[in-house]
């Protein structure tokens, strides 16, 4: 990507301050500093290469250069966005979704933070908060996209299988159209995030729907069940054995198709 053409063809979208890295460690780290810092809402830092990108709970995310979408985007919630902050994770997923939509491509959500195409994970996002005490100051939305094929990490060091954009279109889509069309998706559902629309469409993406799944959570049992479907604050909706609604919150968990 060039910096300037880049930032030129985001002209028409509604953005705060863009900043651009050939290489960085993790674009989260650096929007997380940049929010600290008072970066404007919108804000977006950039990068061609990360070297220590994170996942949750601290796992890796490979970003091996000029092969993937690696950003991250500073949120500073309004009064009307405040009470909505767990559907972030779904604004994020929708505008990867619709943009990859664009291309031909259907996509799902393996809940809570993973898009999957053909049952492959193609992206992942990270939600991070800064706090000021007990207020949330600014939200980051990491996100990861594996572009080209060369981005998608040795099978050994996968805990989900992974893919691509150009494994499954075939050719080599342009990382700047897709970062275009992600922040305008972003900027299409953010005035939207608080609707009925928003949780159905975000509901309707769901991976394995109807499908039993296993949720991992560190030190204890697997909860076993159906999905159901999401709750109105994007919490996953699991029918067990019994026929009884679990609800599973966010939080460092893992969703796994049963075998
Ligand atoms: C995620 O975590 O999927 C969130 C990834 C967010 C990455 C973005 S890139 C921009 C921003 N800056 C950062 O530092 N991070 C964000 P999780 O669900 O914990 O999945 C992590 C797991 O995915 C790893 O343990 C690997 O097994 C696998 N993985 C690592 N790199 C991958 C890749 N490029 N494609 C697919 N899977 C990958």
Redesign the pocket.
């Known amino acids: 990507m060039n910096e300037y053409h880049l930032k030129y063809s985001l002209s028409r979208l509604k953005f705060g301050v863009l900043r651009y890295f050939d290489s960085i ?5 650096e ?1 997380l500093a940049w929010a600290a810092d008072g970066a404007p809402d919108l804000s977006i ?1 950039l ?1 061609e290469e ?1 070297t ?6 601290n ?5 091996p250069k000029g092969t ?5 985007l500073i949120l500073r919630p309004t009064a009307i966005q405040r009470p909505h902050l767990s559907r972030i994770v779904g604004l994020a997923a929708l505008s990867i979704i619709d943009a990859l939509a664009l291309r031909g491509l259907d996509a799902q959500i393996k809940w809570p ?2 898009i999957l195409i053909n049952g492959e ?6 939600v991070e908060t800064v706090w000021t005490g007990d207020d949330v100051d600014a939200v980051v939305i ?3 996209v ?1 572009v080209m094929q060369a ?3 040795p099978a050994d ?4 299988p ?3 954009i150009e494994k499954t279109l075939g050719v080599n889509p342009d990382s700047e159209q897709l970062f275009h069309d992600i922040l305008a998706g972003v900027n299409a559902w953010l005035p939207r995030m608080d609707t009925d629309a928003f949780i159905k469409t975000w509901d309707k993406k769901l991976a394995f729907r109807g499908q039993q799944v296993q949720i991992y959570v560190e030190g204890k049992a697997p909860i076993i069940g159906e999905v159901a479907g999401l709750e109105a604050d994007g919490s996953l909706r699991l029918r067990d054995a019994h026929d009884n609604f679990v609800i599973i919150r966010f939080g ?1 968990v ?1 969703l796994r198709p049963s075998a």
Do not use: C, H
């Open positions: 460690g993790s674009t989260n780290d929007a830092v990068a990360q220590s990108g994170r996942g949750r709970l796992r890796k995310w490979f970003t993937a979408l690696a950003f991250s933070n993973d994970k193609v992206a992942g996002i990270l990491g996100v990861g594996n981005a998608v990490p060091l996968l805990n989900f992974a893919a691509s460092d893992s």
